[in-house]
């Protein structure tokens, strides 16, 4: 379940391995109005569950809500307000540490006040988000390339990027996974 925080970052985030800012990275800009709207989970090639397991809603103030369906029911969360940033030519979100970990029941803390990083891109109507890798994070750290503390217990890997904000950062290789998670604009019908 790695990849849910991965927005949260959200989505897709696990109780094993999570990546965390002291500060936002980049400036908060105003809501990017390709996001704005509801998104399906696009379920990926060879698995058995549906579009859907997962959908956010995005509101033009970039509010977002995210619900999870499990085992036919649907579980349901406080809203958060979704950041957005760009770099080039590149888009992040972030959203609360502290809301991630309440709303994916982290087992791992984190210092609430804390973001979760995710890089987006919409094409048309679909919208591509790419979780943090945290292994390369860590490894990074551990080798003074990136400024943070590294923590592990067990099978739970904690990085902490501290200072910032750290623009540079989003942009040095393997900090994003190759795998994308994948949503699509829900249609009319399927509108909550």
């Given at each position: 379940m790695k990849h849910l925080l991965v927005l949260a970052m959200l989505v897709l985030l696990?109780?094993?391995?999570?990546?965390?800012?002291?500060?936002?990275?980049?400036?908060?800009?105003?809501?990017?109005?390709?996001?704005?709207?509801?998104?399906?989970s696009v379920a990926e090639n060879g698995k058995t569950e549906a579009?859907?397991?997962?959908?956010?809603?995005?509101?033009?103030?970039?509010s977002l809500e995210l619900d999870e369906q499990k085992h036919g029911l649907i579980k349901r969360g406080e809203p958060t307000q979704l950041h957005v940033g760009q770099s080039g030519r590149f888009h992040y979100v972030w959203v609360d540490a502290g809301w991630a970990q309440v709303r994916f029941e982290l087992d791992k803390a984190v210092h609430?006040?804390?973001?979760?990083?995710?890089?987006?891109?919409?094409?048309?109507?679909?919208?591509?988000?790419?979780?943090?890798d945290d292994k390369a994070i860590a490894h990074q750290i551990i080798d003074g390339r990136i400024a943070g503390d590294v923590s592990r217990s067990n099978d739970r890997?904690?990085?902490?990027?501290?200072?910032?904000?750290?623009?540079?950062?989003?942009?040095?290789?393997?900090?994003?996974?190759?795998?994308?998670?994948?949503?699509r604009r829900a249609n009319a019908s399927e509108a909550p």
């Amino acid at each position: 379940m790695k990849h849910l925080l991965v927005l949260a970052m959200l989505v897709l985030l696990s109780g094993c391995e999570v990546t965390t800012f002291e500060k936002a990275p980049l400036p908060d800009l105003a809501c990017d109005k390709q996001l704005v709207g509801h998104w399906l989970s696009v379920a990926e090639n060879g698995k058995t569950e549906a579009d859907g397991e997962i959908e956010l809603r995005i509101g033009s103030d970039c509010s977002l809500e995210l619900d999870e369906q499990k085992h036919g029911l649907i579980k349901r969360g406080e809203p958060t307000q979704l950041h957005v940033g760009q770099s080039g030519r590149f888009h992040y979100v972030w959203v609360d540490a502290g809301w991630a970990q309440v709303r994916f029941e982290l087992d791992k803390a984190v210092h609430e006040q804390d973001v979760i990083v995710l890089s987006y891109r919409v094409n048309k109507k679909l919208l591509e988000l790419q979780s943090t890798d945290d292994k390369a994070i860590a490894h990074q750290i551990i080798d003074g390339r990136i400024a943070g503390d590294v923590s592990r217990s067990n099978d739970r890997l904690l990085n902490r990027i501290t200072g910032g904000p750290h623009p540079q950062v989003l942009e040095m290789s393997g900090v994003f996974e190759r795998k994308k998670l994948r949503f699509r604009r829900a249609n009319a019908s399927e509108a909550p």
